[in-house]
């Protein structure tokens, strides 16, 4: 839909929003209209430069031709129908995911969160059926970020940020430890401990990627534990880190893996994906979703999925992450650039963060800001040399008052 056809002004259709719309975001100061590509246009036809890539979501570019087509062609046949009868799309996905990562069961979700509700749930319920009642407890990292549902919320290793204050008490039966600290998690084991959940790379925890002693370590910790070993891909999965999982880039494969974002290509579509002796903790009755493997989000997801393999784009991922990389390492006040692939943090020895991000905004690039000290950027893996310079994503002049800083 486009603003003319709406008979609004661009000031109205704001002011709608903040009237009707429950505050929590932070919105820029222009309508998101179209997209195209690595491009976002306002209602105006002013191009911005999109590395938000939907927070990670359009990793085969914003309206892939072959996402929409596979949309239009199922919304032919089935919009949606309930999760009784055999549907298409939802084989095809689950045979593709499965075959691709090496898992051997899928439950689809709708959303980030669910799938890692899904994911504690199905490690909880192993524990019971395998071990008692007793081994329900799980660790995972500080600085972690699993989702805003209750479940993944007390998971998510951050009690002092937004994301959780004011909403305690939080579940029981978590533990957080030091990310990359192999062993601070060993020091929170109990023999109350079923499960480590972690991110391979975390994300909104400042871009902070595990090391392969860590990873490694943490899989010999819960093979030797009878324990099982949980990865967050939410936000890395699906070519983002240089490899379609990031566990794969690492060669330590997990029990269990949640996925969304780029798995849907713009669709809400997200999934839990287990080996066969955890997906038995779920029988008839244990976990459900009325839209969890819609048709059509299905149908994107395939296109999605099957455009990312087969053109490659974790390749490029790896090798526009580097080149970013390096060309960020070369700006002033930059005390680190790191990230695997796509997934790319600028930290500063100075707290601009917010005004480079202002900044690049003013400039038509679209990035985000990790509290004051550090910029993430999560373009669609279609990305090209040229646009990843940092002189086209960092402003050369940005508002004050840190002009001075880049002139």
Partial sequence: M???????????????????????YERYDFIAERAEGMYLYDEEGNAYLDFYGGVAVNSCGNRNP??????K?????????FNYPYTIPQAL????????????KIFYQNSGTEANECMIKMARKYGVDNFGPERYHIITAKHGFHGRTYGAMSATGQPDNAIQMG????LPGFDYAEYNNLEDFKSKVTENTIAIMIEPVQGEGGVHPATQEFIEGLRKLCDEKDMLLLFDEVQTGWGRTGAPMAYMGYGVKPDAVSMAKAVGGGMPLAACCATEKVAKAFTAGTHGSTYGGHCVTCAAGLASVTEILDNNLSENAKEMGEYMKQELAKLPHVKEARGRGLLVGCEYDIPIAVEVKHGCLDRMA??????????RMIPPLIVTKKQTTAETVIPAKPCTPVMEIWM
């Fill in 366 to 375: 679209l990035i985000t800001a990790i509290g004051d000290s550090v910029n």
């Fill in 2 to 24: 486009r603003l003319k056809d709406t008979g609004l002004t661009a000031q109205e259709l704001k002011d709608m929003v903040n009237k009707y719309m429950v505050e929590t």
């Fill in 66 to 71: 072959k996402v929409i087509a596979a949309i």
């Fill in 93 to 104: 996905l689950a045979k593709k995911i499965c075959d691709t990562i090496g898992m051997d």
């Fill in 73 to 81: 062609d199922q919304l032919d046949d089935i919009m949606h129908t």
């Fill in 167 to 170: 909403f305690k008490p939080m």
